[in-house]
């Protein structure tokens, strides 16, 4: 499964490599909602969310949504800025379609296709399908979509304000901390990119991106076959420490594609064989239910979702669904009539941080 971004004919000055305290502090909140994605940081979030004010604490509760198993679009800059206050001042200038759309496919879990069919803020049946899209998900997610659709000014001021308190309490600190580190990173990128050109560049960013033979069109590997054109604006690559080890993509039709990738790390572990990885892939080598693994490492889903996600039955989930259980690869709770999987993270860890890279990419 690929995501190509068509860059034929892109001047190389509309490629660019830039650092992004929006785009950072999206990552360590998103570190904050799922630790257990990132054990690195596992201490670090632990003394972040014991100190946080009661108030904040709810708050990033209530919008969690918006940086948990993915990241809504305007929290990666196309054109990121010097400081937090410039960012969030180019989030205020979208309008509110533009805004509500991409925060309802971070809140609803819907593709951007299905909900980009028409506005929720103008149409009675897509705001109807958007709000049965954030039930079936939760209460939260629920009250968050209701608030968005009946007021989306006053929750655009609700977010913004809620960032910039996460800004005062603990990433302006954060900030200071690895600025230097991206700074070092994008002086290597930017080197590779003017002296070796954007094939080196882009396998210092990933081993997981690549350029096409004729150069035209960067490949990466993401959940689902998808396509996009960095025309116009160009493509921007934002490095992050608090990302590792998530390649997070925007690609959304009207957004200019930007990449926040992982810098890497000061000491990296020792690579491990390419016979061990194929050991470790044995138990995962049906595509069908990599793809369920992957989907599960984004969050907790029936199987009813799992199969409307990947157009499959029921009782074909099921089967695929016992298979990864006996492998001791998932969890299961309860909900009500329902039972949610999800990706057993630690489990997941002990195979190996290749593997685990590849599942939460």
Known sequence: MTLRIDITGLPSERLR?????????????????????????ADRAAQVRGALPPELAERLREAEFLWLSSCADFLIPARPRRTLAEELDDVDRLDDEVYVTAA????????????????????????????????ARGALQEAFAERLLADPSAVRAR????????????????????????????R?????????????????????????????????????????????????FIPSVYGRPHLVVVHASGWQPVVQYPVPEAD??????????????????????????????????????????????????????????RAELLTARR????????????????LGTDLLSAVLR
């Open 17 to 41: 490599f830039a650092a992004s305290p929006l785009a950072e502090l999206t990552a360590m909140l998103h570190v904050l909602a799922a630790p257990a994605h990132h054990p690195q940081f």
């Open 188 to 236: 290597l990128k930017s080197d590779l990119l003017a002296r070796q050109g954007l094939g080196a560049a882009l396998a210092s960013v990933s081993g997981a991106m690549t350029l096409s033979p004729d150069g035209d069109c960067i490949v990466v590997d993401k959940l689902q076959d998808k396509a996009t054109a960095a025309d116009g604006g160009g493509l921007t």
């Open 268 to 325: 990296p572990p020792e690579q491990v064989s390419l016979e061990t990885v194929g050991l470790r892939l044995d138990a995962l080598a049906h595509p069908v239910r990599l793809r369920l693994l992957r989907t599960l490492a984004r969050g907790p889903h029936t199987t009813r979702e799992l199969a409307h996600t990947w157009e499959l039955t029921p009782p074909e989930v099921s089967r695929h669904l016992a298979v990864l259980r």
């Open 159 to 186: 977010v913004r304000d809620t960032l910039e308190q996460c800004a005062e309490a603990f990433f302006d600190a954060a900030w200071a901390g690895v600025s230097a580190r991206i700074a070092a990173d994008l």
């Open 335 to 350: 909900d009500g009539r329902y039972v949610r999987y999800a990706l057993d993270v630690p489990a997941l860890t002990a």
């Open 104 to 135: 309802l496919v971070t809140t609803c879990g819907g593709s951007r296709v299905r909900l980009a069919a028409a506005s929720p803020l103008t149409d009675a049946s897509a705001r109807e399908r958007a709000l049965d899209l954030a039930q």
